[in-house]
Each structure stands twice: as structure tokens, then as C-alpha cells.
């Protein structure tokens, strides 16, 4: 059960794209699409961006975006605004009839 | 609307017991599967287990099984968590948060902090 990979940091300035990648194994993300993303400002509970891979709920901008290849996911955000400093983390269903989330990115605005 | 709202965090010494709630209101609770997620002071996100919608099946991270349980009481519409033996490693805010039931979580709680000191 360890956690899925994210980079530590990623950045980008207004109006730029980034992408967010999430690294697991075949047991979890490469096994499933079962991979949600959450976004989280300080203090406040994670929110809900994207889940089953790409799916958008309701309410989250369409600048986000979700994707996997293999055993790696990823989010893109587009347009890339201020509002979008934040933690971002991954998560995925996994064989062990668990769940597991990433190490989180830090999204830094310029 | 939709809430959830945790309560029972506290300070605790290594070695104690302590007994999260959430409570639900807002939806189907008897319906939906719940998890607990937690998060280290500036750490990230841990799923710690979760709960079938009647309370038949548990799952559980590793770290915690055989020292947490997850419990249910739908008549109350409320999720506990008892944990034991706590360890100074368990200092987090606890979430409380609803499975959509397709693997992701769709609703959180603003969550408790439990802290393990001496």
C-alpha cells in the first residue's frame, strides 16, 4: 500500500497549461480506472476534480482535465488561473480492495 | 444539503483510546459507503478503511488494522471510528467522507484533529 508518486512541486504562470502526474503500479492505477483527483487549499477539506479517470463533476471548470496511460495518470489544468494554487492529490481503487492517494503536488501560480 | 460533520477530536497520550462521529444529513446514509481519510500535520492524504452501506464489509490501511474499527449506526445516520493504541504517528485531522460508490469520494467532512502526545 504505499502511495502513489506526484511530483512535489509543479508551476506555471497565468493562462499556461501544466500537467500533474500520478505514477502507480499495476495493481492500482495500471489495474483500474478508478483514478480520482482532489484539490486542497490550506486548511480547508479536499474537493472532488475529477474521478473515474476523466470525468468531471459537476461544478469543476472544464480547465481540468484527466487522463492515464499505463500505470501513470494525469492532470492537466488549462488556462492556469490563481484561484488554482493548491495541493493536488490523486487516488486510485486498489487489489486490495483498498484505496490508495498520491504524494501530492504542490501548484504554485507565477 | 448535503453535510457531513465530524466531532471527538482530542489529545490523547500514546497507548489511549478514542472514538470519532460524523455525522450525515442530507442524503441517503443507509445507502452509502463511508471512509475515513486522514492527514498528517503538513503531510498528505492517507485513506485509513472504509465501510459498506450495511455495515457487513470493512477495509482497512495497513497501518491501522487491528487498532481502528469502523462502525455505522444508519438508524442514527451517523459513522464512527474507534481508534487504539494510539501512536504519536496517528496525529492527523480526520475526514469523514462518502463513497460515491464508483471508488472516489464526493463528500467531505471539515474534519477533526486528533493529536497523540505526552
Known amino acids: 500500500q504505499s502511495a502513489l508518486t506526484q511530483p512535489a512541486s509543479v508551476s506555471g504562470s497565468p493562462g499556461q497549461s501544466i500537467t500533474i502526474s500520478c505514477t502507480g503500479t499495476s495493481s492500482d492505477v495500471g489495474g483500474y480506472d478508478y483514478v480520482s483527483w482532489y484539490q486542497q487549499h490550506p486548511g480547508e477539506a479536499p474537493k472532488l476534480m475529477i474521478y473515474?479517470?476523466?470525468n468531471r463533476p459537476s461544478g469543476v471548470s472544464s480547465r481540468f482535465s484527466g487522463s492515464k496511460s499505463g500505470d501513470t495518470a494525469s492532470l492537466t489544468i488549462s488556462g492556469l488561473q490563481a484561484e488554482d494554487e493548491a495541493d493536488y492529490y490523486c487516488?486510485?481503487?486498489?487489489?486490495?480492495?483498498?484505496?490508495?492517494f498520491g504524494t501530492g503536488t504542490k501548484v504554485t501560480v507565477l | 444539503e448535503v453535510q457531513l460533520v465530524e466531532s471527538g477530536g482530542a489529545l490523547v497520550q500514546p497507548g489511549g483510546s478514542l472514538r470519532l462521529s460524523c455525522a450525515a444529513s442530507g442524503f441517503i446514509f443507509s445507502s452509502s459507503w463511508m471512509t475515513w481519510v486522514r492527514q498528517a500535520p503538513g503531510k498528505g492524504l492517507e485513506w485509513v478503511g472504509n465501510i459498506r452501506p450495511d455495515g457487513s464489509d470493512k477495509y482497512y490501511v495497513d497501518s491501522v488494522k487491528g487498532r481502528f474499527t469502523i462502525s455505522r449506526d444508519n438508524a442514527k445516520n451517523s459513522l464512527y471510528l474507534q481508534m487504539n493504541s494510539l501512536r504519536v504517528e496517528d496525529t492527523a485531522v480526520y475526514y469523514c467522507?462518502?463513497?460515491?460508490?464508483?471508488?472516489?469520494?464526493?463528500?467531505w467532512g471539515q474534519g477533526t484533529t486528533v493529536t497523540v502526545s505526552s
Open positions: 473515474g479517470v476523466s
Open positions: 487516488s486510485s481503487y486498489t487489489s486490495s480492495i483498498t484505496h490508495v
Open positions: 467522507a462518502r463513497d460515491s460508490g464508483n471508488f472516489f469520494v464526493d463528500v
